[in-house]
């Protein structure tokens, strides 16, 4: 079993893209991006006397801030079984831009329900997309604010938490919009409207309930219950694309700039 390359073998391979297989169903099971001995440090990260403990291998759920339980969990299941991880090189030979894009267009193949990759990938903006994806996304008005505007939370959702939430689909949207967000109880509760915005485009307007912001359980995050906005607001914002100012916000959850 190859656990490693020679470092000639490295200098020729430059970037790669690489595929995790389960040997029990020949199933894809992660695809990634690297150099050098990328390929293997994670099966050869998984130390089974590290990882026995039931809190890492029954995890139940899969993170935006985390994807490795779900990941080490199924190598865990692998060697377990006596067998070993299959590593497959997709391509090779490439430089580091060229190897996010291939890597990103594999993602797409597969669909991240079948992936234990919690991302697109790189530049999963000009991902795999449909006729009608494409026209609404590049075609979408930009919504104009101005000071009669209703103040509003805007957070972004992707299409894992979407899939995760029962696809894309209103029940969803929203199941994957209200929580739980690092935000100011406090503040939260003085923004009546929620945005729910998906590759730039709002695809949900929600009304927070009179009882607003809750914290979650044993967290510092908080959540909101609410119902679809009424339709005058919901024509305001729904199906158009947010300024570039909230664009470029790294953080999923922020309040509107008015």
């Known amino acids: 079993m190859i656990e490693c390359f020679s470092g000639e073998i490295q200098e ?8 995790l297989v389960d040997p029990r169903n020949g199933k894809t099971f992660y695809v990634g991006e690297g150099c050098g001995n990328r390929v293997f440090a994670h099966a050869n990260a998984v ?14 759920e899969r993170t935006e801030e985390n994807d490795d339980p779900a990941k080490i969990k199924k190598i865990m299941e692998i060697k377990k079984s006596g067998l070993s991880v299959v590593h497959i090189i997709q391509r090779w030979g490439m430089d580091q831009k060229t190897a996010f894009e ?19 990938g790189h530049r999963s903006e000009c991902g795999m997309r449909s006729t009608y994806e494409i026209v609404q996304e590049l075609g979408a008005p930009v919504f104009e604010e101005n000071s009669a505007m ?3 939370i805007l957070i972004k959702i992707n299409d894992f938490s979407i899939e995760q939430n029962g696809g894309n689909n209103p029940e969803g949207i929203y199941k994957a919009v209200r929580g739980n967000w690092v935000l100011n109880q406090n503040k939260a ?39 679809e906005a009424p339709k005058d607001i919901q024509e305001l914002f729904l199906h158009k694309r947010i300024p570039e100012k909230y664009q470029k916000r790294q953080n999923p959850a922020g309040y509107c700039a008015l």
């Open 12 to 19: 020729k391979m430059k970037h790669y893209v690489y595929r």
């Open 102 to 120: 291939v890597e990103s267009a594999f993602i797409d193949f597969f669909g991240l329900q079948d992936l234990t990759n919690i991302k697109r």
């Open 47 to 60: 130390d089974l006397s590290f990882y026995k403990s039931e809190a890492v291998t029954e995890q139940d």
């Open 189 to 227: 509760n003085r923004y009546p409207y929620v945005l729910a915005v998906r590759r730039g485009i709002v695809v949900g307007v929600y009304k927070v309930e009179e009882n607003g912001w809750k914290k979650a359980t044993d967290s510092n995050r908080i959540y909101f219950d609410g119902k």
């Open 150 to 152: 209703p103040k509003f």
